[in-house]
């Protein structure tokens, strides 16, 4: 039995204003270990679900791209896809490939936006200012292909919104080769840097058998070696005509995290050649009904994060009667929680970054001690904290020297 | 206008240092207000400077609608921002609830709770809008108004 007094418990949250699914740790600590972590769900919702309810189908279709402004893509397809079932709509295969090429371009840039944020969390901001400034060449094609840097709105009922037009294409593969240099000289980064390797190995470990028993997704799960990844299990949109690998690793941790998602944006770059060379001729979108008949379907999507889920029913009207999402962060928080079990508070900050739970917003910390004094501590404190932590002990991913080039 | 206030007005214009608050916003806008910071944009050429605590902050970004739990929060944040202080509502759900107004969970716009300085519309507000938005205000400052 732990001594009562010694152990200081940390509230983390609740406030994750960004995320669709808001989460609160109650981290116990004993000394600078973590010795037990509980999670609490479900604090801050604008009630999206239930707004869909009083929209049509077109406006819902804006308002779930907006559960969340980085994979907006996702949702939006995941929902419109439900939709589609259920009338019963075949979209053409030109469609498809648009969706799956925004898809993926959404994994790249979504990906090198976590690259940055983890960089960020250990000191390393090098990397991010890096990393943000090679994203923007996606962001670029995004407001070149779709009109807007995020929330593309690329997704209509029974196809897509605008067509890619034969000049944009070599404009894409030039920014997908210079990507994929950057993204090449990453891994290299990540796999020589002595510093990088001392920070992130064993930090956050998660084994195969509670990947599969939290039921973890996306990047978090691949990263523990559990093979499952919804493109290649359950095919949508074009991923069955396209060919990839699905990325494991068996670090079981922050660094094989890191490791899976550099691959992935490898294979993103890949699967992107592949739709342009592929895309077939033809209509972008079929008519589709205003009321959509009875019935409900669920749909499955691959977001940058893991499986995002839809669930959809409709009952003859131009509004659907319940929808229901689930997103990818909500299946990993579980996970979180036992990878932060027996780790330091230092390592805190990367761990949970390292599920990518969309953490741009200040959060709050308030340690209270067991005394009844509290105090309260800000995310970028306690990120402080870590670093410092870390370069008492001698890691200081700061120093490490990142190669430019003519980008920007 | 005493000295020291005066120093501090400066201070503010020169260098302003921003809290970014997230109201209950979809992470769009969030994302493209750190794009702002980062190399392409650098909002900090004109001397801003992003702080993670209220208490060492200027100007108050807020992004997002405000939803019914953030409420309370958001405005004792506000008062934890030393004067003079300004507050940005930075996107289209931060001036008005945007998409989201009408939600059972949304109040609205920002300036439902305290009081904006300065509202950048766009879902999301693209870094150029923000950038402008700031240098806008700035001005307003410069002018003495
Ligand atoms: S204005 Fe648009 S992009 Fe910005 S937070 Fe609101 S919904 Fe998201």
């Not at chain 1, 940390?10 to 037990?36: N, R, T, W, Y």
């Not at chain 1, 869909?52 to 406006?59: I, L, P, S």
Request: one cysteine or more; aromatic letters at 6%.
């Amino acid at each position: 039995m732990p001594d009562k007094k010694r152990t200081v418990r940390v509230p983390i949250g609740p406030q994750h204003p960004a995320l669709k699914e808001p989460e609160s740790f109650m981290v116990d600590l004993q000394g600078e270990k973590i010795s037990s972590v509980a999670l609490r769900l479900g604090y801050n919702h604008r009630g999206i679900e239930k707004g869909c309810e009083e929209r049509t189908y077109m406006q819902d279709l804006y308002l779930v791209e907006r559960v969340c402004g980085i994979c907006s893509h996702s949702h939006a397809t995941a929902f419109i896809q439900a939709v589609e079932e259920i009338a019963g709509l075949e979209i053409p295969r030109r469609a498809k490939y648009i969706r799956t090429l925004i898809a993926e371009l959404e994994r790249v840039h979504s990906h090198l936006l976590w690259l940055g944020v983890a960089g960020h969390e250990i000191g390393f901001d090098t990397l991010l200012m890096y990393s943000w400034r090679d994203r923007e060449l996606v962001m670029d094609l995004f407001a070149e292909l779709t009109g807007n840097r995020v929330n593309y709105a690329m997704n209509t009922l029974g196809g897509v919104r605008r067509d890619i037009a034969a000049e944009q294409v070599p404009h894409i593969q030039k920014i997908v080769d210079a990507l994929e240099e950057r993204t090449k000289y990453y891994i290299e980064l990540a796999m020589t840097e002595e510093t990088l390797a001392q920070r992130l190995s064993g930090v956050g470990y998660l084994s195969k058998e509670d990947a599969i028993r939290l039921g973890a997704v996306g990047p978090t799960s691949r990263a523990s070696g559990a093979d499952r990844d919804t493109r290649r299990d359950d095919p949508y949109a074009a991923y069955d005509e396209l060919d990839f690998k699905v990325i494991t690793d068996d670090h079981c941790d922050v660094f094989g995290r890191t490791v899976v998602r550099l691959g992935e944006l490898m294979q993103s770059y890949s699967m992107i050649r592949q739709i342009l060379k592929q895309m077939p001729e033809g209509p972008i979108a079929v008519k589709a009904p205003l009321k959509i008949p009875a019935g409900e379907a669920v749909s499955r999507y691959e977001a940058p994060r893991g499986e995002d889920v839809h669930y959809v029913r409709a009952n003859g009207t131009d509004r659907p009667e319940r929808v229901k999402v689930r997103a990818p962060t909500l299946a990993n928080t579980q996970s979180v929680a036992k990878m932060l079990e027996d780790g330091y508070l230092a390592d805190l900050p990367i761990v949970v970054a390292a599920i990518d739970p969309c953490f741009s917003c200040t959060d709050r910390t308030i340690a209270v001690q067991g005394n009844g004094d509290s105090k309260t501590m800000g995310w970028e404190e306690l990120v402080r904290y870590g670093v410092r932590w870390y370069r008492d002990r001698g890691v200081d991913p700061s120093r490490i020297k990142v190669r430019g080039d003519g980008l920007a | 206008m005493n000295v020291a206030r005066k120093m501090v007005r400066w201070g503010q214009r020169k260098s302003p240092w921003i809290l970014h608050f997230n109201t209950g916003a979809c992470n769009a806008c969030d994302i493209e207000i750190i794009a702002a910071l980062t190399p392409r944009f650098d909002l900090e050429r004109f001397g801003v400077l992003l702080k993670g605590t209220p208490r060492h902050c200027d100007i108050m970004a807020c992004s997002g609608p405000v939803t019914r739990q953030i409420e309370s929060r958001l405005v004792r944040i506000y008062e934890q921002v030393p004067e003079p202080k300004l507050v940005v509502a930075v996107g289209s759900c931060a001036t008005s609830g945007g998409v989201f107004s009408g939600l059972y969970n949304v109040k609205g716009g920002i300036d439902q709770v305290i009081p904006v300085a300065a509202y950048i519309p766009g879902c999301p507000a693209s870094p150029q809008a923000i950038i402008d938005g700031f240098a806008k205000l700035l001005k307003t400052l410069e002018e003495g108004k």
